[in-house]
């Protein structure tokens, strides 16, 4: 199993550039994931998705859209990248429980100039 | 007020030492928590749930006071291996969310 992953692992954008980053689980989570994070500030929750067919806003997220395609693929979009939206992004999963482990992909780092 | 907060550290010390590591966290009502390891530019990984009663997995052990909303981690016998960065981890009463502390860094000496 590859359990999550996530692509590409390294961007650069120029400001007011979009695009999407990837995320996929064949760990069989109802529930999905997207965090970013930044140094000093831990992960903060962009948007999560307790089950397919369902997203919801998370800690910070403005400048964000995601799509919850099928139960295996979770996505982030960034429609005009701003240079705030430098960060690391971490996609996971659970299988939904309040106790469930969380599974991270290696991440992508994401340089806005 | 954040929703979980950790002492950043750096906490460095000698092999064989122990050491432990507290967060805190604002929602009374929360249910699950954990602690999770991050190695350098990688992502997060458990490193063990926390229960009420407590619990140990080797040299790490867990501690819950719910009362006065603290969570602890002992790490006994230091190895240079333990070097990472430690994430204290809470859900929300609903379950359908997680919030992270920034986490403490820790570095093992030979």
């Known amino acids: 199993n590859a359990g999550v992953t996530q692509t590409p692992k390294f961007q650069v954008l120029k400001t007011g550039q979009s695009m999407t980053l990837q995320c996929a689980q064949d760990?069989?989570?109802?529930?999905m994931y997207w965090y970013r994070q930044d140094p000093g500030m831990g992960l903060r929750l962009i948007y999560y998705?307790?089950?397919?067919?369902?997203?919801d806003k998370g800690e910070v997220p403005n400048g964000y859209n995601v799509s919850r395609l099928n139960k295996r693929e979770f996505s982030l979009r960034l429609e005009s990248a701003a240079p705030s939206q430098t960060s690391v992004y971490f996609c996971?999963?659970?299988?939904?429980?309040?106790?469930?482990?969380?599974?991270f992909g290696p991440g992508t780092r994401l340089l806005v100039l | 007020r954040k929703e979980v907060e950790q002492d950043p550290g750096p906490f460095n010390v000698p092999e064989g030492a122990t050491v432990a590591f507290n967060c805190t966290y604002s929602?009374?009502?929360?249910?699950?928590f954990f602690w999770y390891r991050q190695d350098c530019r990688k992502e997060p990984k458990l490193l063990m749930s926390?229960?009420?009663s407590g619990n140990e997995d080797g040299r790490f052990t867990a501690q819950l006071n719910r009362a006065s909303q603290y969570i602890s981690l002992l790490i006994r016998d230091s190895k240079l291996s333990d070097s990472a960065t430690y994430l204290c981890?809470?859900?929300?009463?609903?379950?359908?969310?997680?919030?992270f502390g920034t986490g403490t860094s820790l570095t093992v000496i030979p």
């Open positions: 926390v229960y009420s």
């Open positions: 760990m069989n989570h109802n529930s």
């Open positions: 929602n009374s009502a929360s249910q699950s």
């Open positions: 998705s307790a089950s397919e067919g369902t997203t």
């Open positions: 981890v809470v859900n929300t009463p609903t379950g359908n969310q997680f919030y």
């Open positions: 996971a999963g659970t299988s939904g429980g309040s106790g469930e482990t969380q599974y």
